[in-house]
């Protein structure tokens, strides 16, 4: 969980005195650096993530769209607040795409990188080296991180501990570097510099670029496990190491290079460079997992369009792989290494797409604060403007860097939620057309179950998007067919915006007439549906179902756009494409295919 700022070591720093908009390292800079790096470590991680964001919990989940659901929830659906809301939240999801691709280019080429340190040998095989790390990393992706997740949790402890006693033994050659705590320096920092001083927070901000990271594990891990973690080790060993660098660039300018490195002894240099790409890979592990686990999130809330969804361990549910997702991962992070070519490029890509989302967190977080903790208003004025001062201070600051790089993770972040609002809003429109051709189950039964019908032996499941009407299958079935089965159920699978629905809570039945029952199962956005659980439930409820005797009818579309303007018949379009290319609905429910007869329909959008 703490791979993604447990690893900016490698590169943060460096970036304030070596980067493209690298200042001068003289005493009074390098002191300057130090306490912005301190004080924002302290005040985004420390007090705003760690103390205050993780009390905005969902039924335990956190991330940007576990704190969007939670905070609409207490708007009306139709209203500003709402949209504005789930506005929000959308394209802050949208952009932690961006970091899931650019932290494992990043990471990865900085650990290589250390290879040139020790011998200008390297320096032709350091792309090829990332490449082939990064292949082999979404390579095992399907295996899960159940297993390798064991060897994890200590490797990152000793990566922790190391980068701490590097940074000690510096120190203790120049302890003077430790006066960088108190914030005079960082004040007079600005006072010596002026706007480059503004422009450094871009590179300062890689420091806590894993603060998103942080709040969106925190229901893998729990709000105790994630604060005991943060102030006993991780954040006394990364201040260590930051502190630790910048002691030996106040003694060796040249160290600028790459002060993390340099802070080891010749010796050290090797099994410090394997442990540090051994450590890159963990933390790109992160955040690959957490690209699977906001694409899950995004499909159940309807954002997105199914897809075709592993799980990869028996015990944890939100242990989930999905192949398309990892693959174009793959090719826009190997696309950023060949363009970028060194981890300085990749750095001024990096930052903005994190900021932005940060930024949105804090506007989120206000609603949280007024709606749902009930504080005074007067007191989330004042810290939401603190933050936010900060907030903007260091998006400003990453928005100077979107001609070198930054461009790309909010181009990714715009196509993204381009797509996310056509798939919602296509998919909406579409079963507002599918509802005005639906009767009501009241008039279905008065109008339908009178005519005289051939009665089949077994049961007959109708999949139906509307809680209230009858799914047009079941209809074309009657009126086509004269046939009707001896048990028939309407079966409506609902997502809510709440992340687990409990099992007693899971299903609702209704029963209009004999034989007929119209169920709806009910679940969060983090559950797992699957068609045998809810038979079993509806067994216990006394609707007993045998699969070998049972029917699965399933509506299937063909959607003709309709004549718009341009922009509309565009979006018309790319929705059809994204529908025609969504997994099947028999794979994503687990019905089994033997038993599924699709019955086809014409829509016009």
């Given amino acids: 969980m703490y791979g993604d ?6 590169y943060a720093l460096r970036e304030c005195f070596h980067g493209p908009h690298s200042i001068v390292p003289s005493e009074g800079n390098v002191l300057g650096v130090l306490s912005l790096i301190f004080w924002s470590l302290i005040v985004i991680i420390s007090i705003k993530y760690v103390i205050i964001v993780m009390r905005a919990d969902n039924d335990g989940e956190g991330g940007i769209l576990a704190l969007m659901s939670l905070v609409s929830s207490a708007e009306k659906k139709s209203g500003f607040k709402y949209i504005f809301i789930t506005t929000l939240g959308l394209f802050g999801a949208a952009l932690l795409y961006g970091d899931g691709i650019i932290t494992p280019a990043i990471s990865v080429l900085s650990a290589v990188e250390g290879l040139k340190i020790a011998t200008p040998f390297f320096n032709p095989y350091i792309i090829p080296l990332t490449v082939i790390i990064l292949v082999s990393l979404f390579a095992v992706q399907y295996k899960g991180t159940a297993g390798v997740g064991k060897i994890f949790g200590p490797i990152t402890f000793i990566w922790f501990i190391v980068i701490a006693v590097l940074g000690i033994s510096s120190i203790a050659k120049n302890p003077d570097v430790l006066r960088a705590i108190n914030p005079y320096f960082a004040l007079h920092f600005f006072v010596d510099n002026g706007f480059h001083g503004f422009v450094i927070l871009g590179s300062v901000f890689l420091v806590v670029t894993g603060g998103e990271a942080l709040y969106a594990d925190l229901g893998h891990f729990g709000k105790s496990p994630i604060k005991l973690a943060w102030f006993s080790l991780v954040l006394p060993c990364l201040l260590l190491n930051y502190f630790g660098q910048g002691a030996l660039i106040l003694k060796n300018v040249a160290a600028v290079e790459n002060p993390f490195y340099y802070l080891a002894p010749e010796w050290a240099l090797y099994p410090l460079v394997i442990l ?6 963990i933390a ?17 809330l309807g954002f997105l369009p199914r897809m075709r969804i592993l799980h990869t ?4 549910r939100g242990q989930i792989y999905i192949p398309q997702i990892n693959w174009i991962l793959l090719v826009c992070t190997i696309a950023l290494v060949l363009g970028f070519k060194s981890s300085s490029n990749l750095a001024a890509a990096y930052g903005i797409a994190v900021t932005s989302t940060m930024v949105i967190t804090t506007i989120l977080l206000s609603v949280a604060m007024v709606k749902l903790w009930k504080w005074s208003k007067l007191v989330v004025f004042f810290v939401i403007t603190f933050f936010l001062i ?9 928005l100077l ?20 609002t056509t798939w919602h809003n296509g998919r909406k429109n579409l079963l507002n057309k599918i509802h005005e051709q639906t009767l009501s189950i009241e008039n279905f039964v008065t109008e339908f179950l009178s005519i005289r019908m051939i009665a089949i032996p077994g049961t007959a499941i109708y999949m139906s998007s509307s809680s209230t009407g009858t799914p047009p299958p079941l209809i074309k079935n009657i009126t086509h067919n004269r046939l009707l089965h001896k048990q028939v159920v309407i079966l409506t699978i609902k997502f809510h915006k709440v992340p687990h629905i409990r099992l007693e809570e899971r299903i609702q039945i209704e029963q209009p007439t004999e034989g007929f029952y119209r169920v709806i199962a009910n679940y969060g956005f983090m559950d797992i549906t699957n068609i ?13 179902i045998k699969m070998e005797k049972t029917t699965f009818f399933l509506g299937r579309e063909t959607l003709i756009p309709k004549k718009k303007n341009l922009f509309e018949m565009i979006r018309d379009k790319i929705f059809i494409l994204m529908s025609n290319n969504s997994q099947r609905a028999t794979d994503f429910f687990n019905i089994p295919p033997t038993r599924v007869y699709e019955v086809g329909t014409q829509v016009e959008l």
Avoid at 405 to 417: E, R
Avoid at 532 to 544: A, N, R, S
């Fill in 5 to 10: 700022i447990g690893t900016s070591p490698l």
């Fill in 276 to 281: 540090a790409t051994i450590a890159t890979v």
């Fill in 390 to 398: 900060i907030d903007l201070s260091f998006w400003g600051a990453n």
């Fill in 401 to 420: 860097k979107v001609l070198q790089g930054g461009w790309v993770p909010l181009t990714m972040g715009a196509v993204i939620y381009f797509l996310m």
């Fill in 532 to 544: 045998q659980q809810i038979i079993e439930l509806l067994d216990k409820q006394g609707i007993k």
């Fill in 313 to 316: 361990s028996e015990d944890e």
């Fill in 284 to 300: 790109s592990q992160a955040l690959i997992s957490g690209a699977f686990s906001i694409t899950f999130q995004a499909l159940q």
